[in-house]
C-alpha cells in the first residue's frame, strides 16, 4: 500500500519498533526484564496505563517480539517491538582464549595507532580515544604487579641456591600465571577482556571478515523489507543503541537495496541511532562499503534518520556528525540525519544522576531507559506514544503538551500538528533546540 497525503497526520496508533542491541553478550531475557521494568517507570511519570507481553521467539531464535498497549485520557497506541538478537554470536566471541583475545586487540591496538586511525577517534570525541585505550592502561598495570610478583619469586628462588636459569624460567611461568589470575579475577570490575573483543570484532566487521554476522544482518535487513511492505502501522521505528547504531545503518541501507520503494509504502520509516560509535567502524580504511552506506541514507528522500548524543556518554561519540565526520560530502542533496544532543541532567533528578554519573556503561544505557522526568527526548515515549519521531523532534514544545498537560492544552498542542501538517522543517532547522539542544 502507497503512503497518502493524508498519512501526514502526527498522530499515531500503531507503531512497529525493530532494536537493534549493541556488543552485549547479555542477550535477550536481562533486556526484557529492564525493558518491563523502565516501561513501569514510564508509565508511572506520566500517569498513564501500559501492558506488555511476554516476549516470543523466531522459529531460528534469532529475534523475539512482545506487544505494548499504551493507553492515557485522549489516545491509545499499539506497539508491536522486535528484539533483534546477536548474543550467541557475542558470546562465541567471548569464549576466546585469554592469549588469543589479548593478541588480537594489542596488534589491532596498535594498528589504529600507527594508521593515524586512533589519533581520529581523539579529534572525534577525546573521552571516547582514552576509552578505547582504557583496557590496555589497565593490561599494563595489572602487567607491571605480575611482574613485580614474578621478579620476587625468582629473587627467592636465586636466594635458596636454584641454578642460573632455572629461576629466570620460573619466574616468567610465575608471570603468565600471575597475569592470567589477575585478568580472569578482574574482570568483573574492569571489562578488559570484553572490551578488547569488543575492539577485535569492530575491526573484522570493518574489514568484512565477519560472514556470520552480514548474514544475520542480511537476515534482519529482509525482515524490515517485509515488515514495511506489509504492516499496517503508522510508523516502522529502526533503534540502534551503542554498537547497534552501525548495525542498524547497515541493516537500514541493505534493506533499501532489497527493495528500493521501502520508505514509500503505508508506514513511515526511521532509523534512529542512540549513543551511537560509528567511526568505530567508519573511520577504518577499509570499510569503504560501510561510508558508502551513510552516503546513501544522507541522501535517501523516503527514510528519516534521527541521530541522539551526549555529552556525558564516553562510550560514543559527541559531538559528531556521522556524514561530515567520516568525511562524506553530498552537497545540498543531504536530508539526514537530524542530529539531537541530549542532556542526561534534564531527564533525571539531581539525587539519582549524582549516584551514576560516573558508571559509565550505566550512562550509557540512559539513552533506552526511563526518565525521571517528562521531556522531549523519553525512549519509552517515542516507543509507545502517540506521537511520530520526526514530529517530536521538530516539535517538542507540542510534545510535552501532549504528554503531561491538560486536556485543553493537549487539544491545542494537536491542533498545532495538524496546522504544521506537511510543514516540516529541514534537517539541520529542527525546533528541538527548545528541549534538547540540537547540535547541527
Given amino acids: 500500500m502507497e503512503r497518502t497525503e493524508a498519512d501526514s497526520d502526527a498522530r499515531v496508533r500503531h507503531r512497529h519498533v525493530i532494536y537493534v542491541q549493541g556488543y552485549d553478550p547479555r542477550g535477550l531475557a536481562p533486556y526484557y526484564r529492564m525493558f518491563r521494568t523502565e516501561l513501569r517507570r514510564f508509565a508511572q511519570l506520566y500517569g498513564i496505563t501500559t501492558t506488555i507481553t511476554r516476549p516470543k521467539s523466531a522459529a531460528d531464535g534469532s529475534m523475539a517480539s512482545w506487544a505494548i498497549e499504551t493507553s492515557a485520557a485522549d489516545w491509545r497506541t499499539h506497539t508491536s517491538y522486535d528484539f533483534l538478537r546477536f548474543e550467541d554470536l557475542i558470546q562465541d566471541d567471548l569464549q576466546w582464549p585469554i592469549w588469543r583475545t589479548l593478541m588480537h586487540a594489542i596488534a589491532i591496538y596498535w594498528r589504529l595507532v600507527f594508521a593515524g586511525t586512533l ?14 585505550s582504557y583496557p590496555h592502561f589497565v593490561l599494563l598495570n595489572e602487567a607491571i604487579w ?20 632455572y629461576d629466570i624460567a620460573a619466574g616468567g611461568a610465575v608471570f603468565v600465571a600471575a597475569l592470567g589470575l589477575f585478568l580472569k579475577y578482574t574482570e568483573k570490575r574492569t571489562y ?29 535487513a529482509r525482515h524490515l523489507a517485509d515488515v514495511a511492505a506489509s504492516s499496517d502501522a503508522d510508523e516502522i521505528l529502526l533503534v540502534g543503541h551503542s ?8 541493516i537500514m541501507a541493505r534493506a533499501l537495496a532489497l527493495d528500493p520503494k521501502l520508505g514509500h509504502h503505508r508506514p513511515r520509516v526511521v532509523l534512529l541511532t542512540l ?3 560509528l567511526p568505530i567502524v567508519g573511520f577504518h580504511e577499509g570499510a569503504h562499503d560501510f561510508r558508502a552506506h551513510l552516503a546513501a541514507l544522507a541522501v535517501e528522500p523516503s527514510i528519516d534518520w534521527v541521530d541522539c548524543q ?17 568525511g562524506i560530502d553530498v552537497g545540498t542533496a543531504r536530508r539526514n540525519p537530524v542530529l539531537v544532543s541530549v542532556r542526561f541532567r534534564d531527564i533525571i533528578n539531581p539525587e539519582h544522576y549524582k549516584r551514576f554519573r560516573w558508571r559509565f556503561f550505566r550512562v550509557h544505557f540512559q539513552f533506552v531507559m526511563a526518565n525521571d522526568r517528562p521531556h522531549a527526548y523519553d525512549f ?53 533546540a527548545d528541549i534538547c539542544q540540537n547540535t547541527t
Fill in 275 to 277: 549513543g551511537g560509535n
Fill in 119 to 132: 589519533r581520529r577517534f581523539w579529534k572525534a570525541h577525546w573521552r571516547f580515544a582514552i576509552f578505547i
Fill in 310 to 326: 551526549s555529552r556525558k556518554d564516553v562510550m560514543s561519540f559527541f559531538p559528531f556528525d556521522p556524514i561530515t565526520g567520516h
Fill in 192 to 220: 578488559l577482556l570484553y572490551l578488547m573483543s569488543d575492539t577485535i570484532f569492530t575491526w573484522r566487521f570493518a574489514h568484512r571478515q565477519r560472514p556470520d554476522w552480514d548474514a544475520r544482518i542480511d537476515a534482519f
Fill in 146 to 165: 605480575a611482574a613485580g610478583i614474578a621478579w620476587a619469586f625468582a629473587a627467592l628462588l636465586s636466594a635458596i641456591g636454584l641454578p642460573n636459569g
Fill in 380 to 432: 519509552f515515549m517515542i516507543a509507545c506514544g502517540p506521537l511520530s519521531l520526526m514530529r517530536r523532534m521538530h516539535q517538542p514544545a507540542a510534545a510535552l503538551d501532549i504528554a503531561i498537560g491538560e486536556l485543553v492544552t493537549q487539544a491545542r498542542a494537536w491542533k498545532q500538528l495538524e496546522i504544521s501538517a506537511g510543514r516540516m522543517a529541514v534537517p539541520g532547522t529542527s525546533e528541538l
Fill in 243 to 250: 554498537s547497534g547504531s552501525f548495525l542498524g545503518v547497515e
